[in-house]
C-alpha cells in the first residue's frame, strides 16, 4: 500500500467527497504504472504536514498522472522536478495558461494576466508591469508597515491570537483594498468570497463566490469610470494595450486576477513563516537578534513551505521526460514539490535560513509572479513589525490542520506570548 | 566568440567570452559573474538581470521591446542610468568589446 491510500485508510487525510458523475477516466495515453497517488486536492484536509508526503514522491516517477489533482475531480500530470517544472513554465509553445483557475469551468472573462496566451500576454503584461516594480511597492511601504501594526496591535495585549484569521488574512487584505482603490467596510464578505472560491470543494460555493466577485468587480469599475483615483482599477480603464482601451470583460479579468492572486498567497505564506517560527524557538530567537538576515530567512522559508500548484493545458503533444502529453491533458505545478527535490537541494527537510538558494515558489518563464516584489515586501514588514512588537511566542496547541489543495496552508492556529 | 566585460561595483572586472546567439544573462549566470538573479529564467518577468550599458554602447544595442521596456524601471536604489534586462540583449558580432555595469542589487 502506498501513502496516499495508507494515509486516507489511517484517517490522517480527509479527502473531500466527490460526485463520481464528474470523475473522468484515466486517459487511454497514460501509462497505467504511472497513475500514482496524490494527496494535494482540492478541499483535502490533512492533521499532518504536506511534507509527510514528499520522500515517497519523490522516490517515485518523473512525471505522473493523479487522478483528481486538478480542482478535486480531474486527472493531471504532476512533474515532481523541479527541471522538469522549469520547461513546462517556459515552454509557452506546448503548453497553455488557457483556463488555469481552478475556481469555474464557463466564463465569458479570463484571467489577465494569468490565463493570457502570447501575443496577448506580453501585451498585458507590458501593461501591468510599471504598477509592480521594486520602485512602486517601495512608496506603499509606510502604508503596509501601519497596517501590520495595527493588526498587531489588535490582540497584543492578550497574549495570544489565532494566527490566520487575526494576521494572515487581516493584514494582507487591506494592502490589496487600498491599491484596488475599495473601501475596507466588506472586509468580512471578502474573506468570505476568497475562502469558498479556493478551499473549497464544492462547486455550489465556488461559482457563488465566483459571480459576488465578478459582480462585486463590475459595479467598481463603473464606478471608477466616473470618478478615477489613483489604484489599480482607475489604472486599468486609463491603459492601453496596441492603441486600444480594455473591454469590460477583460477589466474584470485583471481586476479578478489580482484579488484571486494577490490575497491568499501572502496569507499562506505568512502561516507556514509564522507557524514555522512558534514551534522552532531558535529560529525565532535568531531573527530577533538579527533582523538583517529576515530576507534571506524568507526565501528559505518560501522554498520549503511553497504553497502554490499552478496549472497549464497541454496544447500541442510532446515528449518530456519520456512521458508523452497529449493536447488537452492538464499538468499540475506543484512548487512546493519543487521546492524539496532532492537532485536540486542538499538536504531539503533542513531549513536553513543563509542557504540562498533559488526556488521556483513565485514561478518561472513568462507568467512569473507579478506581484513577486510587493508580495516579498508584505512578508518582510510583517516579520519586522511581529518580532518587534510581540515577545516570544509559542504554538498553543500541537493539533495544527493543514489545506493540501492547490494551496497549502495550515487552517488555523493559536499563538501564546506573556503580555 | 565575442568579448564582454562585466563591471562590478567594487571595481572588478569580469571579462567572458560569450558564443553568438546566447544571452548576456546567460553568460553571467554560466560563468560567475555575481549580481545577475534572473528568477524568471530569460523571460523579461521579473526585472533581476538588470545591467546598466556603458554610455558609449548604448545607441549600439537593438532598443528595448515594450515588455523590456515596462520593467526597466528602477529598483529600490534609485535610478539605473540606460538600464537594460541583460535576458534581452542577445549577442551579435557587432557586440564585440560590449561593457556593461552590475547595479549592485537587483530587488
Given at each position: ?69 486538478h ?5 493531471a500530470w504532476?512533474p ?5 517544472m522549469?520547461?513546462i513554465f517556459?515552454d509557452i509553445?506546448h503548453f497553455s495558461n488557457g483556463s488555469i ?16 496566451d ?192 499552478i496549472s497549464r493545458v497541454c496544447k ?9 502529453m497529449?493536447?488537452?491533458d492538464r499538468v499540475m505545478l ?29 514561478g518561472?518563464g513568462?507568467h ?52 | ?107
Amino acid at each position: 500500500m502506498q501513502f496516499g491510500e495508507q494515509l486516507i485508510a489511517s484517517g490522517l487525510v480527509d479527502m473531500p467527497k466527490t460526485d463520481a458523475t464528474r470523475l473522468r477516466p484515466v486517459p487511454a495515453h497514460v501509462p497505467p504504472e504511472l497513475v500514482r497517488p496524490y494527496p494535494y486536492v482540492l478541499g483535502a484536509k490533512s492533521k499532518v504536514r504536506p511534507h509527510d508526503f514528499i520522500a515517497d514522491i519523490h522516490a517515485g516517477p518523473a512525471i505522473f498522472w493523479a487522478e483528481r489533482a486538478h480542482s478535486g475531480a480531474d486527472g493531471a500530470w504532476i512533474p515532481r522536478r523541479f527541471e522538469d517544472m522549469q520547461v513546462i513554465f517556459k515552454d509557452i509553445e506546448h503548453f497553455s495558461n488557457g483556463s488555469i483557475a481552478s475556481f469555474h469551468e464557463e466564463k465569458s472573462w479570463h484571467l489577465i494576466p494569468g490565463e493570457a496566451d502570447p501575443p496577448l500576454h506580453a501585451l498585458y503584461r507590458a501593461m501591468a508591469n510599471p504598477e509592480f516594480t521594486v520602485k512602486r511597492i517601495v512608496v506603499l511601504e509606510h502604508k503596509i508597515r501601519d497596517y501590520a501594526r495595527q493588526a498587531v496591535a489588535g490582540f497584543r495585549d492578550r497574549g495570544r491570537c489565532e494566527f490566520m484569521k487575526d494576521f494572515a488574512f487581516e493584514f494582507p487584505i487591506k494592502v490589496f483594498l487600498d491599491l484596488m482603490g475599495l473601501r475596507h467596510d466588506r472586509i468580512e464578505e471578502f474573506l468570505l468570497w476568497e475562502h469558498n472560491l479556493i478551499y473549497e470543494a464544492d462547486r455550489g460555493k465556488i461559482e457563488h463566490a465566483v459571480a459576488a466577485i465578478a459582480s462585486f468587480l463590475r459595479e467598481e469599475i463603473e464606478l471608477r469610470r466616473k470618478n478615477p483615483g489613483d489604484d489599480l482599477i482607475s489604472y486599468g480603464i486609463k491603459a492601453q494595450i496596441d492603441g486600444r482601451k480594455l473591454s469590460d470583460n477583460e477589466l474584470v479579468g485583471f481586476c479578478f486576477n489580482l484579488y484571486a492572486g494577490g490575497l491568499d498567497t501572502v496569507s499562506n505564506n505568512l502561516g507556514w513563516q509564522f507557524l514555522h517560527l512558534a514551534e522552532r524557538i531558535d529560529h525565532q530567537k535568531m531573527l530577533r537578534a538579527n533582523p538583517e538576515a529576515i530576507p534571506d530567512a524568507i526565501e528559505e522559508m518560501l522554498r520549503f513551505y511553497a504553497p502554490v500548484t499552478i496549472s497549464r493545458v497541454c496544447k500541442k503533444d510532446t515528449v518530456l521526460n519520456g512521458v508523452s502529453m497529449k493536447v488537452g491533458d492538464r499538468v499540475m505545478l506543484n512548487t512546493f514539490l519543487a521546492g524539496h527535490d532532492p537532485e536540486i537541494y542538499t538536504d531539503p527537510e533542513a531549513m536553513i535560513f543563509d542557504r540562498r538558494a533559488r526556488h521556483l515558489s513565485f514561478g518561472y518563464g513568462p507568467h512569473l509572479c507579478l506581484g513577486m516584489h510587493l508580495a516579498r515586501r508584505e512578508l518582510r514588514i510583517a516579520l519586522e513589525e511581529f518580532l518587534s512588537q510581540v515577545p516570544q511566542f509559542r504554538l498553543a496547541a500541537q493539533d495544527v490542520k493543514y489545506y493540501l489543495g492547490a494551496l497549502l496552508q495550515p487552517v488555523e492556529f493559536e499563538i501564546v506570548w506573556n503580555s | 566568440m565575442v568579448q564582454i566585460t562585466y563591471c562590478d561595483t567594487d571595481g572588478t572586472k569580469y571579462v567572458r567570452e560569450i558564443p553568438v546567439g546566447r544571452t548576456l544573462m546567460e553568460c553571467a549566470m554560466n560563468s560567475g559573474v555575481p549580481g545577475i538573479l534572473a528568477e524568471c529564467g530569460g523571460s523579461a518577468a521579473c526585472g533581476t538581470c538588470k545591467v546598466s550599458v556603458d554610455p558609449l554602447w548604448r545607441d549600439r544595442l537593438p532598443a528595448p521591446s515594450m515588455l523590456e521596456e515596462s520593467m526597466l524601471e528602477a529598483g529600490e536604489e534609485g535610478v539605473i542610468p540606460n538600464a537594460r534586462l541583460s535576458c534581452q540583449i542577445l549577442m551579435s558580432e557587432e557586440l564585440d568589446g560590449l561593457v556593461v555595469h552590475l547595479p549592485g542589487r537587483q530587488r
